[in-house]
C-alpha cells in the first residue's frame, strides 16, 4: 500500500512543481521543472537516508561505539522479523529519534545523545521499537519524498515570485507570483500532513507490538514532548516530520507551526494506555 502512496505522491507533487513551472515560464518552465523533479525522484529514492542524516548531523555507530543502543536495535529487530539497519546518533541535547531509508534492506534508525541520556530501558526500547515500526510499515520513503518534493515546489515558487507571473495579455503580474509563492508551498505540506500523522497513530500501535510495552512508549513520549518544548533543536524544517516528536516544538510559532504534522502527543498516550488496557484485560 505504502508504495502506492509513494507513487501517487510522486506523481501529485511532480504534476504540480510541471504547473508552477508552466505557469512561470510555458513549455520551457514545465520542461525544466519536468527534468529536475525526475531527477530529484532518482536522488530521493537512492540516497534519501544519507541526506536525512546530514540534515541531523548524525554519525553512524557499530557495536564498539554504542554497544547498549546496538545490541537494543538489534534484539527488537529480531522480534519485528527486520534485518539489521544502520545505527546512528545524533549530535543533539534534545531527546528524540527518527528513522530513514529507502526499504527495510536500506534503513537507518538514528537516535540524538539527549535521548540516551533521559530514558530509562523500557522506555527507550519502545522508542527503537516505534521506528523499527515505521521500517515494517516501509514509511520513511514515503515521508522523505513527500518533505524534499515539498520543500522544492517552495523554493521554486519563491524563485518565481522575482520574475513574476503572466497575466491574459503576457504582462507581469507579481500579485498571481506571490499567491502562488504562498499557495504552492501549502498544498504540498496538506498532502504530507495526512500522510504524516496517520503513520505516527500506526507506528506507535506496531511499535508496542515488536516492544510488549505500549506504557514504555507512552511514557517516552511524554518525557519527549515536554523536553522537544524546552530544548531548541536546529534542524531543517523538512527533515522535521521524520523525528518521533516535532523537534521544532521549542521554536514556537510560524515555521514550527507550518511544520507540525505530528499528532498531538496527549492523543498518542491515550491511544497506547487503551493499548496497554486491552492487553491486560486479553492476558487475563
Avoid at 516544538?249 to 496497554?276: N, Y
Amino acid at each position: 500500500m505504502n508504495r502506492i502512496k509513494v507513487f501517487v505522491l510522486l506523481a501529485g507533487l511532480t504534476g504540480l512543481l510541471i504547473a508552477i513551472g508552466g505557469y512561470f515560464d510555458g513549455q520551457s518552465g514545465m520542461l525544466i521543472a519536468f527534468v529536475m523533479a525526475a531527477g530529484m525522484n532518482f536522488f530521493m529514492y537512492f540516497a534519501s537516508d544519507k541526506m536525512v542524516l546530514r540534515m541531523y548531523r548524525a554519525k553512524i555507530v557499530d557495536a564498539a561505539a554504542a554497544p547498549e543502543l546496538f545490541a537494543m536495535v538489534d534484539r527488537l529487530r529480531q522480534r519485528a522479523g527486520l534485518p539489521m539497519p544502520t545505527v546512528a546518533i545524533a549530535p543533539h541535547e534534545q531527546p528524540n529519534a527518527f528513522a530513514t531509508g529507502r526499504d527495510p534492506e536500506h534503513a537507518v534508525v538514528c537516535v540524538t545523545e539527549g535521548l540516551m541520556r533521559i530514558l530509562g530501558r523500557e522506555e527507550a526500547e519502545g522508542v527503537i521499537a516505534h521506528e523499527l515500526a515505521h521500517i515494517k510499515n516501509r514509511d520513511m520513503l514515503l515521508q522523505t519524498v513527500a518533505a524534499t518534493m515539498a520543500g522544492a515546489i517552495s523554493n521554486l515558487a519563491y524563485f518565481g515570485m522575482f520574475f513574476g507571473g503572466r497575466d491574459d495579455d503576457g504582462d507581469s503580474n507579481p500579485i498571481a507570483a506571490i499567491l502562488l509563492m504562498i499557495l504552492a508551498p501549502i498544498g504540498a505540506m496538506l498532502i504530507q500532513f495526512a500522510i504524516s500523522r496517520q503513520r505516527e497513530f500506526k507506528a506507535d500501535a506496531v511499535g508496542a507490538e515488536i516492544s510488549g510495552q505500549p506504557l514504555g512508549l507512552a511514557s517516552a513520549l511524554k518525557k519527549l514532548d515536554v523536553a522537544s518544548r524546552r530544548i531548541p533543536m536546529h534542524v531543517a524544517p523538512a527533515a522535521a516530520p521524520l523525528a518521533l516528536v516535532n523537534p521544532l516544538a521549542a521554536h514556537g510559532g510560524g515555521v514550527a507551526k507550518l511544520f507540525s504534522t505530528h499528532p498531538p502527543t496527549a492523543d498518542r498516550v491515550a491511544r497506547l494506555e487503551a493499548l496497554a488496557a486491552t492487553s491486560r484485560g486479553s492476558a487475563r
